[in-house]
Each structure stands twice: as C-alpha cells, then as structure tokens.
C-alpha cells in the first residue's frame, strides 16, 4: 500500500514508522529542522517495544513530490487542518481514503468540505509519544487506533484497512461509532490538558488532588453537554472511567502540555474552544471550559509573542 503521512511528529512518525517496517511504501511530509534530520538520519523510534530507524523513505517538504497515493495519514496540529487539507490535494485521487489521526472533534468535517464525507475515516489515537528531538519520536505507551466512517454504510470498506495495520503491529479497531469514540476522547483531552497545562501539574496529580478533581469533573459534565448537541449521549459512569484512565498513566504530561514546554501552538481551539462554541450555539454557558479557553488563549499569545522576537 502506498501511504502519505502528512505531519510527521510524534503520531504520524510513529505510526509511519510501524507501517513503512512491515513492507509498505511511506512518504513523510514534513518540515523545518526535522524534514532536514529525517534527510540526513533517517526517521528513528525509541520505544520500550523495539526500536525502529526509517531511512529508505521519501522525506518530503512539498506533498506534490509525492503523488497519489491509497491512505493519507492526517496527523497535523488542529490548527493546522485547513492549510494542510489544502495542501494534500495532489496526493490524493479518486480511491484514497484519509484517516485523521487528531485531537479534537471537528477535523474530519473539514476534510470532507474538500474531499467529501465518503473518503474521510475519523480516527482517535490511544498513544504516548513525543517528538524529543528533529527526527526522533519517544514511545512510552500505548499506540492503538480507532477510526470509523462520516456516512458509515458497511463495516466492509473499513476491515482490510484494520487488517493492514494490526499486520504491521498496530492495534486498532474499526467501529461504528466513532462520533462517540472522538466524544469520550475529549471528556479527557478537555479537562486534563488544560488543568495540566494551567497549573503545572501531571495527570496523576490531577486525579489525586480534591480540588482539581472536581474541576476535571466540572469540565466534562460541559463536554457532555455539548457532545449532546451533536445527538451524542456520553454517559455519567464514563466520568469516573475516564479519571481512572489517568490514574494508570501515572505521572504523564498530556499533549497539550508538553506543546507548551517546548513553547509550542497550543490546540486549546479544538478542546475547550469546540465545547463552548458548541453550547454556546445551543444558547447554553460553559463557564469551565470558557474559563479554560481564555487563560490558554492567553499563553498560546505569549507563545507566539515570544517566538517573533
């Protein structure tokens, strides 16, 4: 299978890894000092499962050097997503399926609006990965995926995909519905990166503090909110699930938090931002996730501030 991976930090360098060691042919659109790593060393992969080192691939700044291809794996920033839903246009043809491997629960609308609802597969990642340095990715745990269709028909179209990747030893899971999959990845995503992210605390800390355990909860009974305008009904247990998910993960630093470390965009739009315009469109108030999104609002400012001096 010819695969594309466009944006290849820790998720879509990971995955494109695992997937170019068993047999297929994997390009990696990439940019800046890691594009310029991944042409000089090859893309490698520390990880407590085996590491990997990609040096027979096209690394590429520019997706028309790489030409249509069967899958794209969409694996840029959210903020990033209408920019680059542009820029896959030239490998993309009238049989290859894209799969958004993102944070957030509005990136494969946006994909549809330029290749249509029946090519874009939703997909939610379960992994622990960062881009430590140009050309390498640290995998601490995890690396399953679940994805599914906008218009889903059949499960048919979507298993010798499954089959691809759990060959090249990638778990994952077709399902139905992967609205609410995305939904329940949120009701974490939401109140974990954020608190993180503002008080500098990890995930466990989180759950074991009373006060920032209460405001986690806080956030996702909004997030259930709004996942109901979307005729998405979260259930209340999943709550508690959700905090017991972060208490095995230990002492981690979610995503959001680490783009902040390395003084990074911050994908506060597509977490607190899409709660409250979401309810707020439903004429309903979000005062966490309100609260949440102008502090990050904030940072993200100083941020960019900082890296125009």
């Known amino acids: 299978m010819r695969i594309a991976v466009m944006g290849s930090g820790a998720v879509g360098g990971y995955f494109g890894a695992k997937l170019a060691d068993a047999g297929h042919a994997v390009a990696f659109v990439a940019r800046g000092r890691h594009l310029a790593a991944l042409r000089e060393r090859g893309l490698k992969i520390e990880s407590p499962s085996g590491d990997l080192l990609v040096r027979d691939a096209l690394f590429a700044a520019d997706p028309g050097r790489v030409g249509n291809v069967d899958l794209v ?63 390498l990715v640290t995998h601490s745990t995890g690396g399953k995926i679940v994805f599914g269709r906008l218009n889903p028909v059949s499960d048919e179209p979507q298993k010798p995909l499954a089959e691809t990747f759990i060959a090249a030893g990638i778990p994952c899971e077709a399902s139905a519905e992967i609205g609410k999959v995305q939904w329940t990845k949120l009701l974490w995503n939401a109140p974990f990166c954020a608190i993180s992210c503002l008080t500098n605390s990890d995930t466990l800390e989180i759950v074991e503090s009373p006060s920032l355990r209460q405001l986690a909860l806080a956030c996702m009974s909004e997030v259930q909110a709004a996942a109901r305008t979307a005729q998405i009904e979260l259930p209340d247990e999943l709550r508690e699930s959700t905090l017991a998910f972060a208490r095995t993960l230990g002492h981690f630093k979610p995503s959001m938090r680490q783009d902040l470390e390395a003084r990074k965009r911050l994908e506060f739009e597509a977490f607190n931002g899409s709660v409250v315009r979401r309810l707020a469109a439903a004429r309903q108030n979000a005062p966490i996730n309100r609260t949440f999104y102008e502090m990050l609002q904030f940072l993200d400012e100083r941020i960019r501030k900082e890296r125009d001096r």
């Open 73 to 135: 794996l969409f694996c840029v920033k959210s903020y990033d997503s209408e920019a680059a839903a542009r820029a896959i246009a030239p490998m993309v043809s009238e049989n290859t399926n894209i799969l958004s491997l993102q944070n957030g629960v509005d990136n494969p609308e946006i994909l549809a609006r330029h290749y249509g609802r029946e090519r874009v597969l939703p997909g939610v990642v379960y992994l622990g990965a960062q881009l430590t340095a140009p050309g």
